[in-house]
């Protein structure tokens, strides 16, 4: 099985168009009577003649279905196709196969088949996006503008404009994009918790480059868990999704939109009648931290856990499977804590109930770290409550940069991705500093910053999170930032210069 995320290939792929003809059945209802007085065809056999067939009219037709052209009128101007540029990157000068430091690949690029030099062309890509603020937010898949050096956004009037990009949270595969314009056509955001499988959904895009298409179908599921995500719990879908529709909304009958095309599940690489989408209310959340802060914030209580089978309901005494059942509790952990033990099942989580144990990641990670979550778990055959007070997560990486606000102008120009180490890590590597530089870029790299330096502090004062770097860098006064770093047990001053 394959599971796909859907942005158009950098090389475009040649389509095959397919024409499909679709059998519509009405079902006509409402007869008084009985069912010879009512029926010609049965009258007819009573009669002993040939009975009539019956025939919908297409008045009748017409009104069985459902109609989306006024759905796609009003909010269709809202949905944007998004042209990606990535970086372009060097042809290699070494001899395929071979190791840089072989004596043979020296003489063979010296004296033997000339090899191509310079850049290769850079990468092309596209997908879709929707405008969420008359003033140019717009929301995305992360996995579209990964490694983006250009993103170009395109109205449906034709109109381009150039993309920043606000934010990219890999996690939910949410991403927000902010262009420079005014007045423009929005979407209406809908309540994800609302949908219900059988109901029509649509979604718009730009599969395979063919802007703005309509596609139809029904939602199959909810709060599907794909494999990689522990954040989101995806919509399925029969609505057709193909390459370059990543990142479009998918829009209930109200126009609504209730979440956004983010992958398929294929044997062939290809649509195959599962497609699954983010709900909009965790691209909200995402999209609000990141705008606000730069970063999103996500909380967890310190448990393994695995799902509630027949065989395991019936083991602790539960009248069906359901909640998610804790198999470690980590040590000094918000879960240990609140007094969660290996056995325990959680039901519900400030009143939500927890039906799989695919939805606990997300509800937890939602709550805001140091606040008071209350839980119920089931435990010796009833049900008791406890209090957690969740922690952050420490994330792989945060970048500093990435905001849209002018406070954030000089953190940007560093170039640093950092995250928070690990107790662990500090006592393996036997250091007092809180920072761990994940990669470098710009004037950071220029500067002689590495990945694995360690750092202590700014301009001469300590530092022990991203804020307090962020914040010490944006008071700089001068065009250069001081940044003492520890590498290889030794402590040294890296001038980064800013401006």
Not at 210 to 223: K, L, Q
Not at 250 to 270: A, M
Not at 451 to 473: C, F, Q, Y
Request: glycine share 10%.
């Amino acid at each position: 099985m394959l599971v796909r995320q859907n942005r158009a290939p950098f090389n475009r792929a040649r389509a095959t168009v397919v024409s499909t003809a679709t059998l519509l059945g009405i079902a006509l209802a409402g007869c008084s009577g009985s069912f010879a007085d009512n029926n010609p065809a049965a009258q007819a056999a009573a009669a002993g003649a040939a009975p009539a067939i019956q025939t919908a009219s297409p008045r009748n037709v017409a009104a069985a279905l459902p109609d989306f052209a006024g759905l796609v009128d009003h909010y269709g101007p809202a949905v944007v196709n998004v042209a990606v540029v990535g970086k372009s990157q060097p042809v290699s000068n070494d001899m395929p196969g071979m190791s840089p430091n072989d004596p043979l690949n020296d003489f063979l690029r010296r004296f033997g088949q000339p090899m191509p030099r310079g850049n290769q062309p850079p990468p092309r890509g596209e997908g879709s996006g929707f405008i969420v603020s008359a003033d140019g937010y717009i929301l995305t898949n992360a996995h579209v503008v990964a490694e983006a050096e250009e993103v170009t956004v395109k109205t449906t009037d034709r109109r381009e404009y150039t993309a920043k990009v606000i934010g990219v949270d890999e996690a939910t595969d949410v991403a927000v994009l902010k262009i420079d314009a005014k007045n423009l056509p929005t979407v209406k955001i809908g309540d994800p918790s609302k949908l219900r499988p059988g109901e029509w959904v649509i979604a718009i895009g730009s599969p395979f480059g063919f802007e703005n298409s309509v596609t139809a179908g029904i939602v199959s599921a909810t709060s599907r868990s794909m494999p990689g995500s522990n954040y989101a719990p995806f919509i399925q879908t029969d609505v057709a999704v193909n390459p370059g529709n990543s990142g479009g909304p998918l829009f209930n009958l109200q126009g609504e939109v209730v979440g956004i095309n983010s992958q398929i599940f294929s044997r062939s690489g290809g649509y195959m009648g599962l497609s699954f989408a983010i709900p909009i209310d965790v691209a909200n959340n995402v999209q609000t931290q990141l705008v606000s802060t730069g970063k999103v914030t996500r909380s967890r209580i310190g448990v393994s856990i695995q799902d509630v089978n027949a065989q395991l309901a019936e083991s602790f005494g539960l009248d069906r499977p359901k909640g998610a059942l804790v198999g470690m509790v980590e040590d000094d952990g918000p879960g240990a804590k609140a007094g969660i033990k290996a056995g325990d099942v959680i039901l519900k989580v400030d009143g939500t109930e927890i039906d799989q144990s695919s939805q606990l990641p997300g509800l937890i990670a939602s709550k805001k770290p140091g606040t008071t979550v209350n839980l119920e778990v089931w435990r010796d055959g009833g049900v008791k409550r406890l209090s957690a007070k969740p922690v952050e997560i420490a994330e792989k990486g945060v970048k500093v940069a990435n905001r849209d606000s002018a406070d954030a102008d000089e953190t940007a120009k560093l170039g640093l991705v950092v995250r928070p180490l690990q107790k662990q890590e500090k006592q393996q590597v036997e250091t007092d500093g809180d920072l761990v530089v994940e990669d470098s870029d710009g004037p950071a790299a220029a500067a002689g910053v590495q990945r694995g330096d360690i750092i202590l502090g700014v301009n001469g004062k300590p530092v022990k999170s991203v804020e307090e770097l962020k914040t010490a860098a944006r008071k700089s006064k001068g065009k250069v930032v001081a940044l003492l770093i520890e590498r290889d047990s030794a402590q040294i001053f890296v001038p980064v210069r800013t401006g």
